[in-house]
């Protein structure tokens, strides 16, 4: 039977699909299987078969941390994806420990924002890098997060860099599994 | 095709199951349609059909809100749900309304912890009434929040008072939707 559960997103790794699949590092824990393309679909009944190497799912939330004054910053530049000239994307599964989640909203709140500068960093990249966030702990999948960004060819380097600034933080110190997908638009 | 996603609970009302419907009563917005019973099935497949009434659909997930002074309290007491004294429940779907989610994280924190006093109003109930609190909204489903209640018979009193107070509180002012469902189990 078709579930109607809505706001269910599926990142699906297999051989076809709009996005071509240029690298898949895994950072920490295990990885993900090769997969030449990936499909993104707002469908909750796809499902892992022959034709698939992974499927992951997310649905999108409020914002859990973030405060007024940071939310003004990010409102003043809004994500957007679908931009023509993003031609690049990254696709970033994460999992944090179990002693993250042990963890007091206030308390992750603290390593996040005031210890990892997590919001101020991005926020410094707002306007180069679209990105969407998809909660998956939820739902019981297999990672927490799944991270989606889009960017210009020119600016790769600035999503590096971006990427690296967050991988040094105490935040990141939780993270227990990790993926890094680069991929292109075909 | 079968959804293999998990963590999902489904609220079904319908003409059978362990819980007898004492009354559906709708405190703001619209009601639920009538059901003698309700059952709760740990499925996500579960569809409404011309068999029930309705199917409502929610997830658990970590605290929100609460802070480590709060969650010690809440450690000491901890909410078992199936204590064969607890034969009466209520549960009561909610939805709060678009200006609560326009909120930042500290808004909501300060409304629901420092001006309504809703955790505090809480623990001072939780020896007598255990609960569980299952998040639809972002599963798309049309309540945001399912809460399930249950107590003993010699409890209903303490149960109306709690939700007599909870009620009167300025974070309830957001609450557009809300229908009170009384169960006794068979």
Known sequence: MESDLKNITSFV???????SVLSIKT??????????????????SVEKSENTNWVLKGFTS?????????????DQQPSVLGKPENTFAAFIPIKKNAEWWLLTQDERRK???????????????????????FHSRDIGEEFDFLTW???SPNNR???????FLLRKTEE??????EVDVRLKKK
């Open 13 to 19: 790794g297999q051989s076809y699909g709009p996005w």
């Open 27 to 44: 950072i920490v824990g295990k990885g993900l299987s090769l997969s030449s393309s990936m499909d993104i679909v707002k469908d909750i």
């Open 62 to 74: 409020n914002l859990r941390y973030t405060n007024r004054p940071e939310k003004i910053v990010l």
């Open 111 to 133: 390593i996040m924002a005031e210890n990892s500068k997590h919001i101020e960093i991005g926020t410094k990249y707002l306007s180069a890098i679209s990105r969407q966030l």
């Open 149 to 151: 960004f889009e960017f």
């Open 157 to 163: 380097e600035r999503f590096d860099e971006l990427i």
């Open 172 to 177: 990141w110190k939780y993270v227990e599994r």
